[in-house]
C-alpha cells in the first residue's frame, strides 16, 4: 500500500497528460511521425561550496533532433544559464537559447529565447520528484513580436533495486502559449511531451546518469496535429 500511495501523484499526473494527448488527437487528425532525439544536459557550481560563489549554479543542455523516422534532420538546440540555490532542493535559474530548425514545408530558421525557471526536487522516500516552472521569451528571425510561452515539468525516478545503478523514469511536461504572435504563435495548450525509459548511473560520486525509452510529443497544429514518436536518449551529468 505505500508503494502505491507513493506512485499515486505520478500515475494521475500521466493519466491526465494522455487523457489530453488522446482527447486532442480525436477532434483532430493527426500526422505521425518517428524520430531521435539526443540530450545532454549538465550543471554545477561555480565554486567551492563554502565559497563567495558557493550557491550559484551552470547550466547547461545541448539537443540535436531527428524527425521524419529518424532520418531527417530537423532541430538544433543549445540552452545555457545561471541559477541561485536558495536551499539544496529549490534554484532559481535564468538564461538564453538558441534553436534552429529546418521543418518539412517550411524554410529553415532560428528562434532564440531568453528563460526563466524554478526548480524544485521535493522531498520524498523512495524515488525522486522533480518539478521545473520554465517561462520563456521567445524571438523569432526577422519578426518583431516576442511571444511568451510557460512550461510545467514534473519528473519521477525510481531505483529498480534499493541503492542500485539502474531506475525507472518518467515524465511530462505540458506547453501553454500566454498569447498570439503575428509569426504564428497562437494562445493555449499546444504542446504535450510525455517519457517513460530506463536509467542507469554512469558515474556515481559525479552523478552522471543515462536514460533511454520512448517519448511521445504531441503538437497542436492548424487543422493537422503532430504525434511524434521519438526514441530520446539522455545524458544528465552534475559537477
Known amino acids: 500500500m505505500k508503494s502505491w500511495f507513493s506512485w499515486r501523484p505520478l500515475a494521475l499526473w500521466l493519466a491526465l497528460g494522455y487523457a489530453f494527448v488522446s482527447g486532442g488527437a480525436l477532434e483532430a487528425q493527426t500526422r505521425d511521425d518517428g524520430g531521435l532525439w539526443l540530450m545532454w544536459f549538465g550543471q554545477g557550481r561555480l565554486g567551492a561550496a563554502d565559497g563567495a560563489l558557493g550557491d550559484w549554479r551552470w547550466w547547461a ?8 523516422d529518424g532520418e531527417r534532420y530537423d532541430t538544433t538546440l543549445l540552452r545555457p544559464g545561471l541559477g541561485y540555490a536558495f536551499n539544496p532542493r529549490t534554484t532559481l535559474w535564468a538564461g538564453y537559447a538558441w534553436i534552429e530548425s529546418d521543418p518539412v514545408g517550411r524554410e529553415k530558421f532560428v528562434e532564440q529565447r531568453a528563460w526563466q525557471q524554478l526548480t524544485w526536487n521535493a522531498p520524498t522516500r523512495g524515488f525522486a520528484l522533480l518539478s521545473r516552472t520554465r517561462l520563456e521569451q521567445r524571438f523569432v528571425e526577422d519578426r518583431g513580436e516576442t511571444g511568451w510561452r510557460l512550461r510545467q515539468f514534473v519528473k519521477v525516478t525510481k531505483p529498480l533495486v534499493d541503492g542500485g545503478d539502474y531506475f525507472l523514469s518518467a515524465y511530462d511536461e505540458v506547453f501553454h502559449d500566454v498569447h498570439d504572435t503575428d509569426w504564428g504563435q497562437r494562445r493555449g495548450l499546444r504542446q504535450n511531451r510525455a517519457f517513460v525509459g530506463l536509467g ?27 504525434m511524434n514518436h521519438i526514441l530520446s536518449i539522455n545524458v544528465l551529468m552534475s559537477f
Do not use: K
Open 200 to 226: 542507469a548511473r554512469l558515474h556515481e560520486s559525479h552523478n552522471w546518469t543515462l536514460e533511454v525509452g520512448y517519448l511521445n510529443q504531441w503538437l497542436d497544429r492548424p487543422g493537422r496535429d503532430a
Open 61 to 68: 543542455d545541448a539537443q540535436p533532433r531527428w524527425l521524419g
